[in-house]
């Protein structure tokens, strides 16, 4: 098995193409499961975020895992191939380590996607698909990762989505204190970006989640209140902004039931931001006059801010990145090996064994231990060398002046002998 990683993130697709390759949170278990029945990887980790998808796996056959994947989501790979990167070996390390170290996010420098890949390592754990392989380079990952933000200021400075959606509803509100706010859902993301916004004071902060009692709990943290969906459309027209990010596989909030907020609130401005990968607003909205509707694409503007000097800090960190890479390719290829060691000591033990039978055969007709012992000696030395011996004694030109060259390293023979 070799290593393999492929997908797609926000340079090589659009946000339209994410959505549909999406595993969302609950899914994962079953999908890792169904990766391994698949037969086209040994070993694998998903990960899945809002703003890429990527598959880790060990795998002698990488198309049949592309397969699976198309088969998985239900579309032609056809439509999907041309957006998705495919990396082997040292590449897929070199991704992973740039992936963890902040250096392939859409806000240079961050640090959420290193949480997101520990959580894809966690589920592959628990979905007992994480082997030998993986772990090591993960493991190793994690580490670089630490290297990267402990020597290199490539996380200095940098303006996070959260902090972005701030700073977009600044450009369209005169002052976030007089606002209303609905984060729609519960998970890390809303909690992040309702840490944001507390931190203005907003007039009200509600929370609307499936699970109204964990809705309760993020919602008090920040003193606000709970609803469930049910009461979402009747709830709509009193809040200035909207924030979403679930899991759903739907849009929640359809351009219909905008329609009737905006009517309701006498076209007063709403600003909408969808940070769901697929999203949770309707795309159509975006055409309402009254909405400022934005998905996590739109934000990248916002998160430029001190982008240049991040830049410099990651050359040092591609150079850091560069040298765990050197490392983790003699460690694969020590790996390589590892069969043909196991194979050649399976042969050695195989002829002691031998060996071994033929002479206690002979000790108990009462032969001469020591002459039974000079003949282990001999018929050991004559099975060891023979294969050696052969390969001196045939060949010619470049192959055998290599093959002498080998055998007198292997043996630690004086120069002269060769």
């Given at each position: 098995m070799h290593l393999f990683a492929f997908g797609l993130n926000h340079d090589t697709a659009p946000l339209s193409i994410r959505e549909k390759l999406a595993f969302p949170t609950e899914r994962l278990p079953g999908?890792?499961?169904?990766?391994?029945?698949?037969?086209?990887?040994?070993?694998?980790?998903?990960?899945?975020?809002?703003?890429?998808?990527?598959?880790?796996?060990?795998?002698?056959?990488?198309?049949?895992?592309l397969q699976w994947?198309?088969?998985?989501?239900?579309?032609?790979?056809?439509?999907?191939?041309?957006?998705?990167?495919?990396?082997?070996?040292?590449?897929?390390?070199?991704?992973?380590?740039?992936?963890?170290?902040?250096?392939?996010?859409?806000?240079?420098?961050?640090?959420?996607?290193?949480?997101?890949?520990?959580?894809a390592v966690r589920y592959a754990e628990s979905a007992g698909t994480l082997g030998t392989l993986l772990n090591g380079l993960f493991q190793r990952t994690f580490a670089v990762a630490k290297e990267v933000r402990s020597n290199t200021a490539v996380g200095a400075n940098s303006v996070s989505m959260s902090a972005a959606a701030v700073k977009l509803a600044e450009q369209i509100f005169p002052s976030i204190s007089e606002l209303n706010i609905l984060f729609v859902g519960a998970?890390?993301?809303?909690?992040?970006?309702?840490?944001?916004?507390?931190?203005?004071?907003?007039?009200?902060?509600?929370?609307?989640?499936r699970t109204l009692e964990r809705g309760q709990q993020l919602a008090q943290r920040f003193?606000?209140?709970?609803?469930?969906?049910?009461?979402?459309?009747?709830?709509l027209p009193r809040y200035d902004v909207v924030v979403t990010s679930t899991a759903s596989q739907l849009p929640i909030i359809g351009k219909g039931m905008v329609e009737r907020a905006i009517k309701a609130?006498?076209?007063?401005?709403?600003?909408?931001?969808?940070?769901?990968?697929?999203?949770?607003?309707?795309?159509?909205?975006?055409?309402?006059?009254?909405?400022?509707?934005?998905?996590?694409?739109?934000?990248?503007?916002?998160?430029?801010?001190?982008?240049?000097?991040?830049?410099?800090?990651?050359?040092?960190?591609?150079?850091?990145?560069?040298?765990?890479?050197?490392?983790?390719?003699?460690?694969?290829?020590k790996r390589e090996t590892v069969p043909m060691i196991r194979a050649l000591r399976d042969e050695?033990?195989?002829?002691?064994?031998?060996?071994?039978?033929?002479?206690?055969?002979?000790?108990?007709?009462?032969?001469?231990?020591?002459?039974?012992l000079e003949l282990l000696s001999h018929q050991l030395t004559n099975k060891l060398m023979h294969p050696p011996t052969k390969a001196l004694s045939a060949g010619y030109g470049a192959e055998h002046e290599a093959q002498l060259d080998t055998i007198a390293r292997l043996y630690r023979l004086p120069p002269e002998s060769s």
């Open positions: 999908a890792l499961g169904s990766l391994l029945a698949s037969h086209a990887v040994g070993e694998a980790a998903i990960v899945s975020t809002c703003n890429r998808t990527e598959i880790y796996c060990s795998s002698q056959t990488p198309q049949a895992a994947l198309s088969h998985y989501h239900q579309l032609p790979l056809t439509e999907v191939q041309p957006y998705l990167y495919q990396l082997e070996a040292d590449q897929a390390a070199r991704h992973a380590f740039r992936v963890a170290s902040g250096l392939d996010s859409m806000v240079l420098g961050e640090t959420q996607i290193l949480g997101q890949l520990k959580e998970g890390e993301m809303i909690e992040l970006v309702a840490t944001h916004f507390a931190a203005r004071q907003p007039a009200s902060i509600t929370v609307v989640n003193g606000g209140n709970a609803i469930t969906f049910a009461e979402l459309p009747n709830a609130r006498r076209h007063r401005p709403v600003f909408m931001l969808d940070l769901a990968v697929p999203r949770d607003i309707e795309e159509e909205v975006g055409s309402l006059d009254d909405i400022f509707l934005y998905s996590v694409d739109d934000i990248a503007k916002v998160v430029e801010v001190g982008k240049e000097a991040r830049q410099q800090a990651a050359a040092e960190a591609e150079s850091i990145i560069q040298t765990r890479v050197d490392e983790f390719s003699h460690w694969l290829k050695a033990d195989r002829h002691r064994r031998q060996a071994l039978a033929r002479a206690l055969k002979q000790l108990k007709r009462g032969e001469s231990p020591e002459a039974v």
